[in-house]
């Protein structure tokens, strides 16, 4: 089992450019996380998926972020136009909700830099 | 609102000595609590959980809902437990997210 996976590991990009980042969770996950780790500070959230549904966005910048998980395995996160700010590392995170298992299994994460 | 603080950014230790790491959290409802461990070049990881009650690593946590506190402790830090450190919530009705804090590091010296 590999795990949680991302890709790219690393992404360099100029401001206004777009960028994607792709996940594939775990097996049989069925919650997805997205998350945003600026240096320095705890990963924060910016969506969590139910299946293919988006159950909490609250956190996502809707005017250049978006986010879909199709079929409710793989997900992609879009940021168009990239800025300056948005250089941070973007972790994906899955787990299996049950009872009491709300531990998420995360991937190594790309490394973005806006220039 | 869920809101956990690590009050620490760094902390120090020699090998061979006792360490604390602590956590606090804010939360209205019954929390679930979670330390999660990111060592050099590797991906977040879960270390252990309040449910479980378990030592892992030699390192335990106990849940002060008096408190809010979530504090993580070992009685003998190795060098092996350098890493980042980062307690998380949870709430334990239905679906929901996990909030972390920002994460101490420890650095433990020989």
């Known amino acids: 089992e590999a795990g949680v996976v991302q890709s790219p590991r690393y992404k360099i990009i100029e401001k206004k450019q777009p960028v994607a980042f792709w996940c594939n969770p775990i097996s049989g996950h069925n919650t997805l996380y997205w998350y945003r780790q600026n240096l320095g500070q705890g990963p924060e959230l910016l969506i969590r998926y139910e299946n293919e549904e988006a159950v909490d966005d609250s956190q996502l910048p809707k005017d250049r972020f978006s986010a879909e998980r199709l079929k409710g395995v793989d997900s992609t996160l879009k940021i168009q136009p990239a800025e300056l700010g948005d250089s941070a590392v973007y972790l994906c995170?899955?787990?299996?909700?049950?009872?009491?298992?709300?531990?998420?299994?995360f991937g190594q994460g790309t490394r973005l830099t806006v220039v | 609102a869920q809101r956990v603080t690590q009050p620490e950014k760094l902390l120090s230790v020699f090998k061979g000595a006792p360490v604390e790491l602590k956590c606090n959290y804010s939360?209205?409802?019954?929390?679930?609590l979670f330390w999660y461990v990111q060592y050099s070049r590797q991906r977040l990881q879960l270390l252990l959980r309040?449910?479980s009650r378990e030592s892992i690593k030699g390192f335990t946590a106990d849940l002060n809902k008096g408190e809010t506190s979530f504090h993580l402790k070992k009685p003998f830090a190795q060098e092996e437990d350098s890493a980042m450190y980062y307690c998380a919530l949870s709430g334990n009705t239905g679906f929901q997210k996990l909030v972390f804090g920002t994460g101490t590091r420890l650095l433990v010296s020989p």
């Open positions: 995170a899955s787990s299996l909700e049950g009872e009491l298992s709300t531990e998420a299994f």
């Open positions: 939360y209205s409802g019954s929390p679930e």
């Open positions: 309040h449910i």
